[in-house]
């Protein structure tokens, strides 16, 4: 069974992983760089660049030795192409290239939202992969997307994309104004489990049947609303450690709250106005904001209401990480295609997702 070895450099993080041809992950091993961009407030890119190669040769000696298995071992060899960062996805790709040709090893240059579109389907704890089915709905909901997809055999159709911020990009924006550290998005998560969104609520986008997502009109709501706090005196930024048992007064909680059901509630709509139209079978839903408490606990009652199938992916898999990206590269060798051309696979810091099957190398 054939090992491939992922390498996932698209933004800040340095991932490497090996997956086995049932899907089973052998090793996921992520280094992220969260403490240094801490107090920059987001990601630099020279910086996240610059570490990545740093980062490489201990990420990779790691995730070998988790994997219990040695480089000649290894089959195939899977690198994110895009979208990303240039300078990082630069990096990782670069880094596959040399390893696939050197070793004469199929190249597989993979889509970062193909990766996180069959996410759902890895298993924690060793476990082989759930089987894809031919035809499903994927959502995908990160730092940068917030996408509906319709994946039919190894076709991807892309059904709704944000027309602004993501939806993780949302929570970003909102912490930061807050005065949270990078990444914000978890931590104005957990902040908000304190807060009761009926006592701050925001306004959703006017009800048509339309797709599209847009999360900019509530940041902008949201922020509006931290600054309706501040000329009622009230602290809106940390007052207390934020680890610590209460950061914030109350209200900032309830707008925490208010926000993070808005935007939870937009995607379940948008979920509802595609069944209406087009029903489906099987939702698998991924990327790093499905790590949102929220979703995670309202999404089963949707698809159980709407008779769909739900995928969740598992909470390791749902931020950036390299199991994703090589058993996106899996299954294309499972499909009989023969891989990229190590020598010309090029970085592209935005690429569309459907693309024809890759050409045997030369
Ligand atoms: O998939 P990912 O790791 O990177 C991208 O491809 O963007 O997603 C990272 C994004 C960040 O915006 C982060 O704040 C957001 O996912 N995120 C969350 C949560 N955990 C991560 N957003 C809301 N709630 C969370 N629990
Ligand atoms: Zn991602």
Same mark, same amino acid.
């Given at each position: 069974?054939?090992?491939?070895?992922? #390498?996932?450099?698209?933004?800040?993080?340095?991932?490497?992983?090996? *997956?086995?041809?049932?899907?089973?992950?052998?090793?996921?091993?992520?280094?992220?760089? +969260?403490?240094?961009?801490?107090?920059?407030?987001? @990601?630099?890119?020279?910086?996240?660049?610059?570490?990545?190669?740093?980062?490489?040769?201990?990420?990779?000696?790691?995730?070998?030795?988790?994997?219990? @298995?040695?480089?000649?071992?290894?089959?195939?060899?899977?690198?994110?192409?895009?979208?990303?960062? #240039?300078?990082?996805?630069?990096?990782?790709?670069?880094?596959?290239?040399?390893?696939?040709?050197?070793?004469?090893?199929?190249?597989?240059?993979?889509?970062?939202?193909?990766?996180?579109?069959?996410?759902?389907?890895?298993?924690?704890?060793?476990?082989?992969?759930?089987?894809?089915?031919?035809?499903?709905?994927? +959502?995908?909901?990160?730092?940068?997307?917030?996408? #509906?997809?319709?994946?039919?055999?190894?076709?991807?159709?892309?059904?709704?994309?944000?027309?602004?911020?993501?939806?993780?990009?949302?929570?970003?924006? &909102?912490?930061?104004?807050?005065?949270?550290?990078?990444?914000?998005?978890?931590?104005?998560?957990?902040?908000?489990?304190?807060?009761?969104?009926?006592?701050?609520?925001?306004?959703? +986008?006017?009800?048509?049947?339309?797709?599209?997502?847009?999360?900019?009109?509530?940041?902008?709501?949201?922020?509006?609303? *931290?600054?309706?706090?501040?000329?009622?005196?009230?602290?809106?930024?940390?007052?207390?450690?934020?680890?610590?048992?209460?950061?914030?007064?109350?209200?900032?909680?309830?707008?925490?709250?208010?926000?993070?059901?808005?935007?939870?509630?937009?995607? &379940?709509?948008?979920?509802?106005?595609?069944?209406?139209?087009?029903?489906?079978?099987? &939702?698998?839903?991924?990327?790093?904001?499905?790590?949102?408490?929220?979703?995670?606990?309202? &999404?089963?009652?949707?698809?159980?209401?709407?008779?769909?199938?739900?995928?969740?992916?598992?909470?390791?898999?749902?931020?950036?990480?390299?199991?994703? #990206?090589?058993?996106?590269?899996?299954?294309?060798?499972?499909?009989?295609?023969?891989?990229?051309?190590?020598?010309?696979?090029?970085?592209?810091?935005?690429?569309?997702?459907?693309?024809?099957?890759?050409?045997?190398?030369?």
């Amino acid at each position: 069974m054939t090992l491939v070895l992922g #390498i996932e450099t698209s933004c800040d993080d340095t991932a490497a992983a090996v *997956v086995d041809g049932s899907g089973r992950v052998l090793a996921s091993v992520v280094s992220s760089q +969260l403490a240094q961009f801490a107090p920059y407030g987001g @990601v630099v890119p020279e910086l996240a660049a610059r570490e990545q190669l740093a980062a490489w040769p201990r990420v990779f000696e790691e995730t070998l030795a988790r994997a219990g @298995v040695g480089l000649e071992a290894i089959g195939a060899v899977a690198a994110t192409q895009g979208p990303g960062l #240039i300078g990082s996805l630069l990096v990782g790709l670069s880094l596959g290239r040399a390893l696939a040709w050197s070793r004469r090893l199929p190249f597989f240059a993979v889509h970062h939202l193909e990766g996180h579109l069959f996410s759902p389907y890895l298993r924690e704890g060793g476990e082989p992969a759930l089987a894809v089915p031919d035809g499903f709905v994927g +959502l995908v909901v990160s730092g940068g997307h917030t996408s #509906i997809y319709a994946v039919s055999g190894a076709t991807i159709e892309t059904l709704a994309e944000t027309r602004d911020d993501a939806i993780g990009e949302a929570f970003d924006k &909102l912490g930061k104004r807050l005065g949270l550290p990078y990444p914000q998005g978890p931590r104005v998560d957990a902040l908000a489990e304190r807060g009761e969104a009926a006592r701050s609520p925001l306004p959703r +986008l006017a009800g048509t049947e339309e797709l599209f997502f847009s999360f900019s009109g509530l940041k902008t709501h949201a922020i509006g609303a *931290v600054e309706k706090l501040e000329r009622a005196g009230v602290a809106t930024t940390p007052t207390a450690p934020l680890d610590g048992p209460d950061p914030f007064p109350q209200p900032v909680y309830d707008l925490f709250a208010g926000f993070r059901e808005s935007a939870v509630r937009q995607v &379940l709509d948008r979920l509802t106005r595609l069944h209406r139209r087009r029903p489906f079978a099987e &939702l698998a839903v991924s990327g790093g904001a499905a790590a949102n408490r929220e979703l995670r606990r309202r &999404l089963p009652a949707w698809a159980h209401e709407h008779g769909v199938e739900l995928r969740l992916v598992p909470l390791v898999h749902s931020g950036d990480n390299a199991a994703m #990206i090589a058993f996106a590269a899996g299954r294309r060798l499972a499909r009989g295609e023969a891989g990229d051309d190590p020598l010309a696979a090029a970085a592209a810091s935005r690429l569309p997702i459907a693309r024809p099957p890759a050409a045997a190398p030369a």
